[in-house]
T-cell receptor, first 113, second 112 residues
Framework: GQQLNQSPQSMFIQEGEDVSMNCTSS?????WLWYKQDPGEGPVLLIA?????ELTSNGRLTAQFGITRKDSFLNISASIPSDVGIYFC?????????????FGKGTLLTVNP | KAGVTQTPRYLIKTRGQQVTLSCSPI?????VSWYQQTPGQGLQFLFE???????NKGNFPGRFSGRQFSNSRSEMNVSTLELGDSALYLC???????????FGPGTRLTVL
């Protein structure tokens, strides 16, 4: 099935640093979602984006829905050790009965205290 | 509100057996989607149910099936298990009015 191109694959940063990751697609999506997954758990929704150009924040997290509707990015400011985990982007073409999410491969974030 | 629950959390089966996984969505959510997560393929969509009807289906063989009950709880069945079916199976629920999908903790299936 189609996958989103998510980068980088992994990041190793120092506590306090800012982080940026992004997803791109060859297709247009109506919705972009960002999830975080801890080992042995299901993904937890961080931010949902519904409009092209939309910029949304959730605490230290900020995400944007690209104007072309083919990309999105997630920024984490002032990282802390509990930010460690795998971050996934997901795109959705809503409308009709299609609620399938297409996921990126994930970005593994490691934060060094 | 309670989150999405999945049972069992862990399961070990042998090749050729079949397995049934269960998912209880968030109260009031009528859509339930199932995903398979493996290190190699990532998160892959299996199927989605809404009001007891399968609305969407991913590219998985017919050995993978599901159903949804009138209370929106859903089950997923895999018959004739293969080694490659070892994965984390995730269920997600969503309201009919919104696009956000909320995931359960998953069922870790190991096929020996």
């Amino acid at each position: 099935g189609q996958q989103l191109n998510q980068s980088p694959q992994s990041m190793f940063i120092q506590e306090g640093e800012d982080v940026s990751m992004n997803c791109t697609s060859s297709s247009i999506f109506n919705t972009w979602l960002w999830y975080k997954q801890d080992p042995g758990e299901g993904p937890v929704l961080l931010i949902a984006l519904y409009k092209a150009g939309e910029l949304t924040s959730n605490g230290r997290l900020t995400a944007q829905f690209g104007i072309t509707r083919k990309d999105s990015f997630l920024n984490i400011s002032a990282s802390i050790p509990s930010d460690v985990g795998i971050y996934f982007c997901a795109g959705q073409r809503s409308g009709g009965s299609n609620y399938k999410l297409t996921f990126g491969k994930g970005t593994l974030l490691t934060v060094n205290p | 509100k309670a989150g999405v629950t999945q049972t069992p959390r862990y399961l070990i089966k042998t090749r050729g057996q079949q397995v049934t996984l269960s998912c209880s969505p968030i109260s009031g959510h009528r859509s339930v989607s199932w995903y398979q997560q493996t290190p190699g393929q990532g998160l892959q969509f299996l199927f989605e149910y809404f009001s007891e009807t399968q609305r969407n289906k991913g590219n998985f063989p017919g050995r993978f099936s599901g159903r949804q009950f009138s209370n929106s709880r859903s089950e997923m069945n895999v018959s004739t298990l293969e080694l490659g079916d070892s994965a984390l199976y995730l269920c997600a629920s969503s309201s009919s009015s919104y696009n956000e999908q909320f995931f359960g903790p998953g069922t870790r299936l190991t096929v020996l």
